[in-house]
């Protein structure tokens, strides 16, 4: 279902369409009987210090009940402590510094990062996204990462630039954080009218073609976009879904589908239609514990 078309010499011809499972079921992994936990997906969760694991475990819980067939939160030995308590299903590993970061990374025993919920905004997680950047691997940013990013994303001036391996998940002042300033300075975007400069759809297309990445611009008329103009509209989320700690259960869900292998823009649209959906099953009341315990794989409710 078209919901909004571009047409005329400033829009280009390509379509925002609404959020259905259609446009992405097709490419929600099968497995086999034989299929062992690592072939369905390690997705790797950054933890922050151990007065911040709260964000880091809803991820990874999330991504453990959406279908990862491993998961595990990596972080300091006092942060580890504290998420022992809580977890049992999740796998624990140290790594207390970027450096210590960077040689798990080579493992090559993971296959999505999520960094961002309660991870801490400065340099540090700054040089972790840079060792994730440098590994190739998919990853999903969130929170703290946007924080510790502000002032360091510059346009790639190109929409032919390698494949998005990076999912951004900004709510509205994270996202004017990291782009106001650089759309104002693109010239695709000032080409625009002004009516549709102020559309989010062309803000969160604009915003991927200049960081490379699918955006998910959030809210309840969530954008999920490409660097190449594809758009989708989500229209699934109600006012439940604002609540502390949602935001971490989506990187979750993002990421285990990017560890069983969908393709950054389709992973992320799934995620975000399942966020919607699990929200208004719930209703009043949700909190993101509650949230994160009814997560299951997509094809339970498909």
Request: proline share 5%; hydrophobic share 45%; with cysteine.
């Amino acid at each position: 279902m078209t919901m909004a078309s571009r047409t005329g010499p400033d829009t280009g011809n390509m379509d925002a369409v609404l959020n259905t499972p259609k446009i992405w079921q097709a490419l929600l992994p099968a497995h086999s009987r034989d299929i062992h936990k690592y072939q369905r997906g390690h997705c790797l969760v950054v933890s922050g210090s151990e007065l911040q694991t709260g964000a880091s475990r809803l991820a990874a819980t999330a991504a453990l009940n959406n279908g990862a067939g491993a998961v595990s939160i990596i972080g300091n030995k006092a942060a580890l402590r504290i998420h022992a308590t809580q977890v049992t299903s999740i796998m624990l590993q140290e790594a207390t510094t970027p450096a210590d970061f960077a040689v798990l990374l080579a493992t090559g025993k993971f296959d999505a990062v999520i960094i961002g919920p309660a991870a801490g905004e400065g340099q540090p997680t700054l040089t972790r996204i840079q060792a994730i950047q440098k590994a190739g691997l998919p990853f999903v940013l969130d929170a703290d990462a946007f924080t510790a990013m502000t002032g360091q994303l510059r346009p790639s001036g190109q929409t032919d630039a390698k494949t998005p391996t990076c999912v951004m998940t900004p709510h509205a002042g994270e996202f004017a954080k990291l782009f106001a300033t650089l759309l104002t300075e693109d010239a695709q975007f000032n080409a625009l009218s002004i009516e549709l400069q102020h559309a989010k759809v062309e803000q969160a297309r604009a915003a991927a073609r200049i960081a490379n990445s699918i955006i998910v611009f959030k809210g309840f008329d969530t954008v999920i976009a490409a660097p190449d103009g594809r758009a989708i509209l989500n229209n699934n989320a109600g006012p439940e879904l604002a609540t502390a700690g949602s935001g971490d259960v989506l990187s979750g869900l993002i990421g285990a589908h990017l560890a069983g292998g969908m393709p950054p823009f389709e992973a992320a649209a799934a995620a975000v239609w399942l966020h919607g959906y699990l929200g208004a099953q719930i209703g009043i009341g949700l909190t993101a514990d509650r949230l994160v315990e009814q997560v299951r794989p997509l094809g339970a409710f498909l």
